[in-house]
Each structure stands twice: as structure tokens, then as C-alpha cells.
């Protein structure tokens, strides 16, 4: 199928997609937003897909290097077309890689954060995506939980960031793991559909042998009740690109 050209910040950002593929959607803009990045540091996004987060922090904040991690390499090939599209080769690199094996990739403690949009699903959980792609994309087919907070802990600095979007039925289990990986749960937002409905996602921050202090920001509401309309809180974070 043909590509498509995805507006993220109108005449100044753009993307790459292919239906084929898992396209990205609210949870990556989310994330995105929600990720608070220091002047100069270096950022690694585990399963970077389109390369859309890294293109959303190079954009709008002030990174010294985003590299974005993904194993399919079809996609990895996509993504660094949309890089060279935005003459943002200076701060973005896309890597093909395994985010479960990162610490081959990267050395202990050489990096300030890390961020990721992972599969959500255990491959035991749920029906099995049609086509590869998607199905990597949805399912813990090449990493689970537990490779993720383990690879991210390694290549951390002390003091260095994991930021990330899960689901809400996945809340203890991921909450275990940063404690069992000596990353300490730091921030935490959950999103809401609408006033009405539980939440079912939430962004979580912790910080590599942080001290022990929890923060529950505000719910992130998504649309406006009875309406099909974004709230005006995700209209800004969208800005005139959506």
C-alpha cells in the first residue's frame, strides 16, 4: 500500500506512514508531551516505529541526541526517510535494533533517558495481529515488561529517566519491575476517554535510584463528555497539526 504523509506540526513536521504498518496514534503524542527533556541529553525510544516521538522531542525540545530503536527494518528504513525529511539528521538517528539486548547496544549508565511506547500485549493475551508488522507492533513477540525495565535500567545514568505509556491492567506488574530494577516511579498520569469511563492507559516517569516519592498528576481527559471532540488540554498538546 501506499505511503502516507502524516502532518504533526503543519509546515514545519512531518511523517512517514504505511498502513501496512502499526501506525502511531494518541498515546505516542501523549507520551511525547508528557516527557520532560534536558537541555543536551541524550535519549533513547525502545520500539520507535515511525520515529514519531523522536520527532515530536527533537521538534520541541532541546535534546543533544534522540536515537530511536526498532527491529523491523522495512519500518527502521521508513523512519529515517522521515528524519531526512525534516533535516533532523543533526539530532535523530534511528538504530535497527532489539530494545531486549539494548545494554549490547549501548554502555552501562551512558544515557539520560529513555523512552518508550512498547507493545502492550503478552503474546499468550489476546488475538494475534494479521501481519508482522502490526502483530510486533501489539504483542510482546521480541521483548516483554520485564526486558524493557531490565535494559533500560542498565543503559540509565544514575539519576537518568524512563518515561513511558502503558496499559492500566498492566499497572502492578510494571510497578514490580521498576522497583525489582532499582527505577523509582517519580510521576504518574493516567487518561481518561471521557468523564464516565475508567481510565485504561496511563504515562508513568521514574528515575534510576530516585528516592521514594510518587506524584498522581492530574487525569488527562481525552474527549469532551457526550461529544466527539477532543478537550481543549489535548487540542494544545496536538497543536494545529491534528
Request: with cysteine; net charge negative; proline share 5%.
Amino acid at each position: 500500500m501506499m505511503e502516507e504523509l502524516t502532518v504533526l506540526v503543519p509546515g514545519q513536521l512531518y511523517v512517514l506512514q504505511n498502513p501496512v504498518f502499526f501506525k502511531f496514534g494518541c498515546d505516542s503524542v501523549f507520551l511525547a508531551n508528557f516527557t520532560e527533556v534536558k537541555k543536551g541529553s541524550t535519549v533513547v525510544d525502545f520500539g520507535t516505529g515511525s520515529g514519531v516521538i523522536p520527532l515530536l522531542l527533537a521538534f520541541k525540545q532541546e535534546p543533544g541526541k534522540v536515537i530511536g530503536l526498532e527491529i523491523q527494518d522495512k519500518i527502521v528504513e521508513m523512519a529515517r526517510r522521515s528524519i531526512e525529511l525534516n533535516n533532523l539528521g543533526d539530532k535523530i538517528e534511528i538504530m535497527q535494533g532489539d530494545f531486549s539486548k539494548a545494554s549490547e547496544l549501548f554502555a552501562p549508565e551512558s544515557i539520560d533517558l529513555v523512552v518508550t511506547n512498547p507493545p502492550y500485549m503478552p503474546v499468550a493475551d489476546g488475538k494475534i495481529s494479521h501481519g508482522l508488522e502490526k502483530a510486533i507492533a501489539r504483542h510482546e513477540i521480541h521483548g516483554n515488561l520485564e526486558d524493557l525495565i531490565r535494559e533500560a535500567s542498565i543503559i540509565l545514568k544514575k539519576g537518568g529517566k524512563l518515561t513511558m505509556v502503558h496499559k492500566v491492567n498492566r499497572f502492578s506488574e510494571i510497578i514490580y519491575l521498576l522497583k525489582e530494577y532499582r527505577l523509582e516511579p517519580k510521576r504518574i498520569r493516567l487518561i481518561q476517554s471521557r468523564l464516565k469511563l475508567a481510565p485504561k492507559t496511563f504515562l508513568l516517569e521514574a528515575r534510576k535510584g530516585g528516592r521514594p516519592g510518587l506524584v498522581f498528576e492530574p487525569t488527562l481527559m481525552v474527549y469532551e463528555e457526550d461529544r466527539e471532540e477532543y478537550t481543549q488540554e489535548v487540542k494544545e498538546i496536538y497543536g494545529d497539526g491534528f
